[in-house]
């Protein structure tokens, strides 16, 4: 698609239990983001992917969170022993370069609900 | 540390009046800035961004912003406000030579016809 995707568009899921997020970003872009909104709030960051690797892991809260890249492409977020406090919208975003510079292109997230 | 405020949670104006969203940074050093706006069920969309050079940006749907380093300010503009633009709008901060994004907490616009 010419857009970041992210999947599902709904997520929801009891307390303690385990979920997965996926990000689809553009095509060709190297560097991939994760970021958190809460209801009323803007979003916080949570970690960076530069190809592979994880390049900046600083705004995962805990780790409870942790995500992959492993082909330098699709990305997925995953979470454990989900807490009601995780319930947001993650979002997902994609840019060609470093982002001190150039477009980070936002995907439309994923709202997880934990009951 | 870096951080972004919004004074204004919401703002309410007509249609064809201007508009003037504030928005206030903390940041050592010369910051890159920017303005998404975001409508319901949809994803973040860049308005505009200042990196150097010139002072008053131009963006899309007619939307500027000026920076101004002395007030730590980037406020965005629009002389003539149309209906659809009632949506959500993110002032950000995104350091040289960083990668990730500071967003400031947002105002909701809603326009009066």
């Known amino acids: 698609g010419a857009g970041v995707s992210q999947t599902p568009s709904n997520k929801v899921t009891e307390k303690g239990k385990y979920v997965e997020l996926r990000c689809d970003p553009i095509s060709g872009h190297t560097a991939l983001y994760w970021y958190r909104q809460s209801l009323g709030q803007g979003p916080e960051f949570l970690i960076y992917?530069?190809?592979?690797?994880?390049?900046?892991d600083s705004g995962l809260p805990n780790d409870r969170f942790f995500a992959v890249r492993p082909e330098g492409s699709v990305s997925t977020l995953k979470i454990q022993r989900t807490e009601r406090g995780d319930s947001a919208v993650y979002l997902c975003?994609?840019?060609?370069?470093?982002?001190?510079?150039?477009?980070?292109?936002f995907g439309p997230g994923t709202r997880l609900t934990v009951l | 540390a870096q951080s972004v405020t919004q004074p204004d949670i919401h703002i309410t104006v007509s249609e064809g009046a201007s508009l003037e969203l504030r928005c206030n940074y903390s940041?050592?050093?010369?910051?890159?800035l920017f303005w998404y706006v975001q409508s319901p069920g949809q994803g973040l969309q860049l308005l505009l961004k200042?990196?150097?050079?010139?002072?008053l940006v131009q963006g899309i749907k007619g939307f500027e912003a000026e920076f101004k380093r002395s007030q730590s300010s980037f406020n965005l503009r629009k002389p003539s406000v149309h209906w659809s633009d009632a949506a959500e709008y993110f002032c950000a901060v995104g350091p040289l030579g960083g990668n990730m994004l500071t967003f400031g907490g947002g105002t909701r616009l809603m326009v009066k016809p």
């Open positions: 200042y990196f150097s050079g010139d002072t």
């Open positions: 992917f530069q190809g592979t690797g994880a390049a900046d």
């Open positions: 940041y050592g050093a010369t910051p890159y």
């Open positions: 975003a994609s840019s060609s370069t470093r982002a001190g510079g150039h477009e980070q292109f």
